[in-house]
């Protein structure tokens, strides 16, 4: 997977725009980077696509921009000209794929079916946009579709929101979702940006799910301890090969594995790279060291650097 995909895949969502004004494109960015969700495909579906993507470029330069509904190769020249890093168009004409290829900038072409996937293939491509995808049959479609095709990654567009994108994001074969469910077109039109920040950060935090998992305790008689939580919760003990846990709420450490000043706290995720990515965003740091990964290879345990409030803390998928 390229660094350009790897970072649409831990962002999560792809926030679809068609701005009317110019005007809009730079307080938009920011609310969008500030809520958490620093990427959006600016759609050709109106004239100002070109000069908002270079707006939101000046606003926010680490922001992932890229441009959808592209079906011209003007559109590509366009596109690129305005600083896009991607392109995204609603179906797959292969020559077009070819251009953006010449251009080298990554293309995500529009799929519905079988044929159009093994079309996506011959050309080199690994990433799809699944488009419409919930008239199309939905995830239901996509895992079908992903069996006999492995290679193949989707990011499914249409009919996805706060209800069903976890569902979604679960799915190994989708590295993002497209969507535009944050994106109120009155908080644009009435320039209520600070309204589309908190339905930014409203639709990252159901997407990460982020929880207190467990609370560690550290203890130098780990098993009595534990079994006095147990008493209390009224929950089973069971044993860990660092610790006990009391149900799914306590942790108590093995004097060997005692971890922070007092303790520790585990934020639980739905996905610890995208939480990572997040919280990074928001300033913190990461002990690398302390990465833990599923037999899938997929991150799903890491401490942050600091203590807080005597505390280490760390991420675990839920």
């Not at 441009?67 to 292969?94: C, H, Y």
């Not at 799809?128 to 895992?143: D, H, N, R």
């Not at 679960?170 to 979702?177: E, R, T, V």
Request: hydrophobic share 40%; aromatic share 8%.
């Amino acid at each position: 997977m390229s660094n350009l995909l790897k970072k649409i895949h831990n962002i999560g969502i792809v926030l679809v725009i068609a701005l009317e004004n110019v005007e809009d494109a730079a307080p938009l960015a920011k609310a969008l980077s500030n809520g958490g969700l620093p990427v959006a495909e600016v759609t050709y579906r109106t004239d100002a696509a070109h000069d908002s993507m270079i707006e939101m470029r000046k606003a926010c330069p680490d922001m992932v921009i890229g441009a959808g509904t592209v079906i011209t190769k003007d559109q590509v020249d366009s596109a690129i000209e305005a600083g896009a890093e991607f392109i995204v168009s609603p179906g797959l004409n292969p020559e077009i794929v070819k251009y953006c290829q010449e251009k080298d900038i990554p293309i995500i072409p529009g799929v519905a079916n079988a044929s159009d996937i093994e079309v996506a293939i011959s050309l080199g491509l690994e990433l799809v946009k699944f488009f419409p995808a919930e008239p199309l049959g939905g995830l239901k479609m996509i895992s079908a579709l992903s069996a006999p095709y492995s290679s193949i990654k989707f990011m499914p567009t249409g009919g996805i929101n706060a209800k069903n994108i976890n569902d979604y994001l679960a799915n190994p074969k989708i590295i993002a979702c497209g969507g535009t469910w944050m994106i109120d077109k009155k908080a644009i039109a009435n320039k209520d940006f600070d309204k589309i920040e908190k339905l930014t950060k409203e639709a990252v935090n159901n997407m990460l799910k982020i929880n207190i998992k467990h609370v560690g305790i550290n203890s130098e008689n780990s098993k009595e301890i534990a079994d006095a939580y147990g008493k209390l919760l009224q929950k089973d003990v069971k044993e860990a090969p660092k610790s006990y846990f009391a149900g799914n709420l306590i942790e108590v450490m093995k004097p060997e594995y005692n971890k922070g000043t007092k303790g520790h706290i585990a934020i639980g995720v739905d996905n610890c790279d995208r939480a990572k990515r997040y919280f990074e965003e928001l300033g913190y740091e990461f002990d690398e060291s302390t990465i833990k990964y599923d037999d899938k290879g997929r991150m799903n345990f890491i401490y942050f650097k600091d203590e807080i409030g005597e505390f280490a803390i760390h991420l675990a998928n839920n």
